[in-house]
């Protein structure tokens, strides 16, 4: 009997759980319910742009979690791929990402019969959970699955969410950053307000640049910084004491981590290096030409190390004590976003350029700061004569998709997932395994899925330094558990 599949969103984080699926089981029914924009590309990788690079390099970029250099050797069989993004330690364009996961699928969906696996692509989702433990598509079918993986992607799980920018939302020059859907909205002269100075709001201004924007370009961000620079971490270095498999059998605790990091960074670098790091200017120019200095010169090279230890910390999670996990959230969080969040090099120098013009202002402030002047016509920032055109919101959580909204909101009020409300109005999950916890009673028999969770929902309940790569590996311990699972199953997942 065919275990039968339900994959709600086709993104990266759905794709990768298909594609995990197809290479090492069999006897498979599987649904996959998205629109055919997002397919294969989601949220991230929507924009086809050369000018938006992953941030992570192409050996730590893959949908096999036990085969890292899977999208090197996939980039090294094309002839029509520029040299450049042919090496372990490139940063490459999103859109070959994209592509890589649409080849690879297929590659496996031509080897499907082989397995005796069947595969249905619907272009719409399913929206509705009810009592009865069915789930509704848009078009009013009712399904029927015992077990469920939501697959969020950037796509935000929070209940009745509200656009962070209010009144100004309403205005004409408002653009709902869709993850960079701009084209055709602001004109070549436009003066462009971008709230918010995380990746998204760097991937803003590279697509305003890539369409010959002219106009002006002013960053609002709370803390005035930018995202740290990245380049080649240490190319094939290996380290001694953070290697994951010495982990396996060990009980880790923040004090023993930090005791191996230090032990292990002066066998790379210096403790100089690393203190100008983190000696964050007030001046984000300043900073911005630091981090590229320390990259030129791989004064960064002990960042392989920082990426062990954040891929301990996601691996291992559940090995933490409660304390050591609190901890690490509030001490540390400002120390692991500052090297999650960075660019790469060649994207920081594009970003050098326009503050040396002019054309790029940092503003350390607050939108609560930014109005709307009828007479003017556009947006201004208090005590500032600059007027804006256009004002973009940065922040990805404002992507929201009104159907999975309504799809988890119904799951929520029926009980079959929970929320953490220590967690952000996360879903509390188990970290080692991805399931969801419900609030039914272990022995009841209530015939309600079992529910797990992968990808960037879990953006709150992990530590995580490469979604990609993390994704990948989730999604090889859900497949791993269904293919001892001999009850019928349904994943789902949204936009990643």
């Known amino acids: 009997m065919k275990k039968k599949i339900a994959i709600v969103g086709a993104g990266p984080c759905g794709i990768s759980v298909l594609i995990n699926l197809l290479k090492n089981l069999s006897n498979l029914d599987i649904s996959i319910f998205d629109i055919n924009q997002n397919f294969c590309k989601g949220n991230s990788f929507r924009v086809d742009s050369d000018s938006l690079l992953l941030n992570t390099t192409v050996d730590t970029t893959s949908v096999f979690y036990e085969d890292r250099l899977h999208f090197f050797k996939w980039l090294n069989s094309k002839k029509d791929i520029p040299k450049k993004y042919k090496l372990k330690s490139a940063f490459v364009p999103r859109n070959l990402a994209s592509k890589y996961l649409f080849e690879t699928l297929n590659e496996y969906l031509l080897k499907s019969s082989e397995k005796n696996n069947n595969v249905t692509i619907f272009d719409f989702f399913l929206f509705k959970y009810d009592a009865k433990h069915t789930f509704i598509d848009t078009s009013m079918n009712e399904y029927l699955f015992k077990y469920v993986i939501l697959c969020t992607g950037h796509t935000s799980s929070s209940i009745n969410m509200k656009c962070k920018l209010g009144e100004l939302s309403n205005n004409d020059g408002y653009i709902e950053n869709s993850f960079l859907n701009i084209n055709g909205k602001i004109h070549k002269n436009d003066n462009v307000l971008i709230i918010g100075s995380n990746l998204s709001a760097i991937d803003t201004m590279l697509l305003l640049n890539e369409s010959k924007h002219q106009g002006k370009i002013c960053i609002l961000s709370k803390s005035g910084s930018l995202p740290s620079v990245r380049s080649d971490m240490g190319g094939d270095y290996i380290p001694k004491y953070l290697g994951l498999e010495g982990f396996k059998n060990e009980t880790i605790s923040v004090n023993h981590l930090k005791r191996l990091f230090f032990k292990e960074l002066l066998l790379l670098t210096t403790k100089e290096d690393v203190k100008s790091y983190f000696l964050i ?216």
């Open 281 to 496: 200017s007030k001046d984000p120019k300043i900073q911005l030409e630091t981090d590229i200095l320390n990259c030129i010169y791989s004064k960064n090279k002990w960042q392989v190390l920082v990426f062990s230890m954040l891929e301990i910390l996601t691996n291992y999670w559940f090995k933490f004590s409660t304390a050591d996990r609190i901890l690490i959230k509030n001490k540390y969080k400002k120390i692991i976003d500052r090297f999650i969040s960075s660019m790469p090099l060649e994207n920081a120098l594009l970003l050098k350029d326009y503050l040396n013009n002019g054309r790029l202002e940092i503003t350390k402030s607050s939108h609560e700061n930014v109005y709307y002047s009828n007479s003017k016509k556009g947006f201004l920032i208090k005590n500032k004569n600059v007027v804006y055109n256009k004002i973009i919101d940065s922040s990805p959580i404002n992507i929201e998709n009104k159907d999975f909204s309504s799809l988890l909101n119904s799951m929520l009020e029926v009980g079959v997932v929970k929320t953490n409300i220590n967690r952000l109005n996360s879903l509390d999950i188990d970290n080692k395994f991805f399931k969801c916890r419900n609030d039914f009673d272990a022995n009841s028999n209530i015939d309600a899925p079992i529910v797990y969770a992968i990808g960037p929902t879990l953006r709150n309940n992990l530590i995580v330094s490469n979604f990609f790569l993390e994704s990948s590996r989730q999604a090889n311990i859900i497949t791993n558990h269904i293919s001892t699972s001999r009850i019928p199953i349904i994943i789902t997942g949204v936009t990643s």
